[in-house]
């Protein structure tokens, strides 16, 4: 079994203030994580992802996740906030079985970027 | 490359209609899945398919049929629309064990 945990629904950031949306996962085997972002009335744009390689990913617009197996966390880092970034973020956990992957998704987090 | 399309973008149905919404992918990908996205609750699993004429049940599977005739079609099937399948729908696809890519969505809503 596998579960994510979003640690935060909403989170409020000033232009050019670092950004952290939360989570940890749960999962009995090694998982491949992903942050997918999903900007208001728009699909799902994958921003980064996890794959047992090295531990600090870095994605699309200067966002990056760390691994951290003994914490079981992924947290999604981002040095500087833009207008731009403003959307809903979900962190996701992929367990196989046999040869599918299936996508556990966490209940996501609003990023509001203010001036 | 159109990647994963989805249509329609928007529907309205009354309780009780039945309908399809329609998924293609154009990669080539062997898996494919429909999500349901529902306010607070991220997106859940409805079904997913591992090939053509394979398919199995996700996390919430009732009220809804699929199939996958082809590698590039996965149709989602509502045979007797209830006002509790009103969301937002997303079909994904992806190589075997690899990203899923996502389409642009259909907001379904019931009357």
């Known amino acids: 079994a596998q579960s994510v945990t979003q640690l935060d629904s909403h989170v409020s950031v000033s232009e050019g203030t670092p950004v952290l949306l939360r989570c940890n996962y749960s999962?009995?085997?090694?998982?491949?994580l992903f942050w997918y972002v999903q900007h208001p009335n728009k699909g799902l744009q994958l921003l980064l992802k996890?794959?047992?390689?090295?531990?600090l990913v870095k994605g699309i617009n200067g966002f990056e996740a760390e691994f951290k197996k003994s914490e079981t966390s992924f947290h999604l880092t981002k040095p500087s906030a833009h207008m731009s970034d403003a959307a809903e973020y979900f962190c996701?956990?992929?367990?196989?079985?046999?040869?599918?992957?299936?996508?556990?998704f966490g209940t996501g987090t609003r990023l509001q970027v203010t001036l | 490359n159109a990647g994963v399309t989805q249509t329609p973008k928007f529907q309205v149905l009354k309780t009780g209609q039945s309908m399809t919404l329609q998924c293609a992918q154009d990669?080539?990908?062997?898996?494919m899945s429909w999500y349901r996205q529902d306010p607070g609750m991220g997106l859940r699993l409805i079904h997913y398919?591992?090939?053509?004429?394979?398919?199995d049940q996700g996390e919430v599977p009732n009220g809804y049929n699929v199939s996958r005739s082809t590698t590039e079609d996965f149709p989602l099937r509502l045979l007797s629309a209830a006002p509790s399948q009103t969301s937002v729908y997303f079909c994904?696809?992806?190589?075997?064990?690899?990203?899923?890519?996502f389409g642009p969505g259909t907001r379904l809503t019931v009357l």
């Open positions: 994904a696809s992806s190589p075997q064990g690899g990203t899923q890519y």
């Open positions: 999962s009995s085997y090694s998982p491949s």
């Open positions: 996890y794959t047992s390689a090295a531990t």
């Open positions: 996701v956990v992929s367990g196989n079985t046999g040869t599918a992957s299936k996508l556990t």
């Open positions: 990669m080539n990908h062997e898996y």
């Open positions: 398919s591992v090939g053509a004429g394979i398919t």
